[in-house]
């Protein structure tokens, strides 16, 4: 824990925050090196002179001498150098400002510290398995409310990835270095000098000159001005960052910009393998939209966890007969007009039906969750062809979601690649599937809908299935959130049999009686608990966060926590439980975050109330 970082906006892994020294700083950070502020480096103990306490000020954060050793080392070698380089630091015990301390991949000593700064991190460029490896170990080992530094790194091309993976502070060097080699740097890749006619840029530097005329240069002169450019591209890349993880879009970005060089690509893949270590900081709702622009997408942290909610907390059905359908462009897909066409040739038989999507990428979406993130918030490049992926990935969802909900009778009004996906699913269970598409191309014609209408009308009179009413629809509805959101069984707490549904779709709110439980957030398909419904939530257990014994106000600070739920990730909606006061209101870090951080507002209450 330090008193020095605080972190005040997520976006997955990636953070803004302050760095607050003598005065503060914005992270993510970019030192400039030459300016050795605000954070020096003591110096190599190999060296006999170094930096000591009575040099430095107060208000500047100081990365503590060490002994550095070359990123192959042999960990036993390493080891004793760490061990060794502690002993001979022992000047800087008593030293009561901001540290930093250097972490080698070979032996990662976590000791405390204010700012870890990543062991030959340049030595990393184009390694992409021990850069993750070292990145997430830091941010796993160490206190959340502290900073992780990469030096000697970053370049406009790769600054978006190592902040999406967790890195707060870098620096200057490269673009300096490689300056005056004539690497000239933009944000999709590097160029030399020599190879370019023009300047393909319009800062202060690119406008004023020409690269004939930079080529002309001495190399000094030369070195100084590209330094001046490459700077001030990384510069400007920092802020588009900043902006994306404001808006909670910067995995989108991170998909377009890895593709300048292999060894970024490889880095993202492999991130994304590190499912835990993303989940555990990636919110649960957002309001904008989630693009699956690619490959990749299929693996994004958003998509795995709908599916895996979709599969461990759905409640069974309470109908016997399954509809497939295909997604919709538009979102939710209730409002589409393909599937109000499906609606109008369903008619009343609709309500004896339990309704499933099919879609790429999120596999299944369930019609009770379409409103829920990312069911209703997504949007995927339409070609009509599905690679090899998308249908084992899609494929793999239906079958888990057939074997986990059975059925006296499975409908599938889906054409092309959608019922090929149902027929090697229906293979591999044994299972009958009827198929209303006609093979006509299109699941909208007059003659389709009119197979539709017949097929589900003759199934429902001729097996004598009832038809639900629709207010016990919309309940079915909002229990299945509830339980996607805090666990099976919270639909009953929160939203009881006997519920009076208010409000038209999607706006729906929950009373019993007189009393409100809870509003359908139509932005993010999350139901908002009132200060009752977070109440009766408790008998669940889930998504508690304990505080001691005292009145918070607007805002849960980090150190009133004293335990939370793990399963707890930012925007969840959550349940402040205290001696004095329990409170509801949205998560703004997750569970284990809350426990481990010693700054910041943990949750945003919406209510509160004495006990």
Not at 13 to 37: C, D, F, N, Q, W
Not at 123 to 141: D, F, K
Not at 405 to 431: K, W
Request: glycine content about 8%; hydrophobic content about 35%; charged content about 25%.
């Amino acid at each position: 824990m330090t008193r020095y970082f605080e972190v005040t906006k997520r976006d997955g892994a990636a953070r803004m925050g302050k760095l607050l020294l003598k005065e503060s700083h914005s992270t993510p950070l970019i030192l400039e090196v030459a300016s050795g502020y605000p954070v020096v480096y003591a110096g190599s103990l190999w060296r006999r002179t170094n930096i000591t306490p009575g040099d430095v000020d107060e208000g500047t954060l100081v990365i503590l001498p060490d002994k550095s050793m070359p990123l192959h080392a042999r960990a036993e070698k390493v080891k004793k150098m760490v061990e060794s380089a502690r002993e001979s630091r022992q000047e800087w015990d008593d030293w009561q400002g901001a540290v930093g301390h250097i972490v080698h991949p070979a032996y990662p000593d976590t000791s405390n510290a204010d700012l870890y700064v990543m062991g030959c991190a340049k030595q990393m460029e184009h390694n992409p398995r021990v850069l993750l490896e070292t990145v997430t170990y830091i941010r796993n080992n160490t206190p959340p409310d502290t900073a992780l530094y990469a030096p000697a790194l970053a370049t406009p091309e790769n600054l978006a990835l190592l902040i999406y993976l967790g890195v707060d502070v870098v620096d200057d060097t490269l673009a300096v270095v490689r300056a005056f080699d004539d690497m000239y740097m933009m944000p999709g890749g590097e160029y030399r000098l020599n190879d370019l006619f023009e300047l393909p840029c319009g800062c202060k530097v690119c406008s004023n000159t020409s690269a004939v005329a930079l080529k002309e240069m001495k190399s000094p002169q030369r070195g100084e001005l590209i330094a001046q450019h490459n700077k001030a591209r990384l510069e400007e890349e920092k802020h588009i960052i900043v902006h994306h993880i404001r808006y909670g879009q910067l995995r989108e970005y991170v998909e377009g910009k890895c593709r300048s060089v292999p060894w970024l690509t490889a880095l993202l893949r492999l991130a994304d393998q590190q499912y835990s270590y993303l989940e555990l900081r990636t919110p649960t709702y957002r309001r904008s939209t989630m693009y699956t622009n690619s490959a990749e997408s299929l693996d994004r942290v958003e998509v795995k966890r709908f599916a895996d909610r979709v599969r461990t907390r759905l409640r069974p059905p309470e109908t016997s007969i399954l509809l497939l359908l295909p997604c919709s462009a538009r979102k939710p897909y209730s409002l589409s007009n393909s599937h109000q066409y499906f609606n109008r040739a369903l008619g009343k038989y609709r309500r004896a039906l339990n309704e499933v999507i099919i879609t790429s990428p999120l596999g299944v979406v369930p019609r009770e969750l379409e409103l829920v993130y990312p069911a209703a918030h997504y949007d995927t490049p339409v070609t009509g062809q599905w690679d090899l992926n998308e249908r084992s990935w899609v494929g793999g969802c239906l079958l888990d979601y057939l074997k986990n909900h059975r059925y006296s009778h499975i409908i599938a009004h889906v054409d092309g690649a959608y019922q090929e996906i149902c027929q090697s699913a229906a293979s591999e269970l044994g299972l009958d599937i009827t198929y209303t598409g006609n093979g006509e191309g299109s699941v909208t014609s007059s003659q389709s809908l009119k197979t539709l209408s017949e097929t589900v009308k003759a199934i429902v009179e001729g097996g004598g299935y009832m038809l639900r009413k629709p207010k016990d629809i919309t309940i079915t509805m909002l229990q299945s959130i509830a339980d996607y959101q805090f666990g099976r069984g919270a639909g009953d707490l929160l939203v009881p049999e006997n519920a009076t549904i208010k409000a038209p779709f999607p706006k729906h709110q929950v009373y019993d009686g007189r009393t409100p439980l809870g509003t359908l957030n139509a932005s993010t398909g999350a139901l908002i608990p009132t200060l009752e419904g977070g109440r009766r939530l408790m008998e669940l257990g889930t998504y508690q966060v304990h505080i001691d014994d005292f009145v918070p106000g607007s805002n849960l600070l980090a150190p009133g926590v004293v335990d939370a739920d793990p399963d707890i990730r930012p925007s969840d909606q959550v349940i402040v439980v205290g001696k004095r006061a329990i409170g509801v209101g949205r998560a703004l870090m997750g569970g284990d975050e809350m426990i481990r951080s010693s700054r910041g507002v943990a949750v945003d209450l919406r209510q509160v109330k004495e006990i």
